[in-house]
């Protein structure tokens, strides 16, 4: 009579056994154990905002860099310039720029005169802050500088 027992003993054994193995390789499937995190398609632009912390008024014009990437504003971005990176605007002491995807670190910052002169040039680190997407899939950032004229 014992055998009969340890018979059954070892098929529930086995059923459980068997039963935990499919559950953890379905499991995969769905995410399981390991939740997946699914990404959107990625694609964002990133800005930056150069506020001019003094009197500006010989500024005709800003120049951002990132070493090989420059972008000029309000001039045209065509000369020189990444496709992906261009001016956006200007709201009294505070410039805009379009970056791409990029969070350069660090950037060149030149404020120029209307014949060209440098009257100021800083390398800074931008502050970036994510304001969309997740800490998983990324989003878009903004970055802000300040320069003193």
């Known amino acids: 009579m014992r055998r009969p027992m340890r018979s059954t003993v070892r098929r529930l054994v086995a059923l459980v056994g068997a039963t935990s193995a499919a559950t953890l390789a379905l499991s995969g499937c769905s995410g399981g154990l390991v939740p997946m995190q699914a990404c959107p398609a990625i694609g964002w632009i ?88 997740s800490e998983q899939c990324g989003g878009p950032h903004e970055g802000t500088i300040e320069l003193t004229v």
């Open 46 to 133: 990133n800005h930056v905002s150069v506020t001019l912390d003094s009197d500006a008024t010989a500024v005709t014009s800003l120049e951002v860099c990132d070493g090989e990437t420059c972008v000029t504003g309000p001039h045209d971005n065509a000369a020189g310039s990444s496709g992906l990176w261009h001016y956006v605007d200007r709201d009294g002491d505070t410039w805009s720029f379009a970056l791409g995807m990029a969070t350069p670190d660090p950037v060149t910052v030149r404020a120029l005169a209307s014949d060209g002169a440098v009257l100021a040039e800083a390398t800074v680190s931008p502050e970036w802050e994510r304001v969309g997407g």
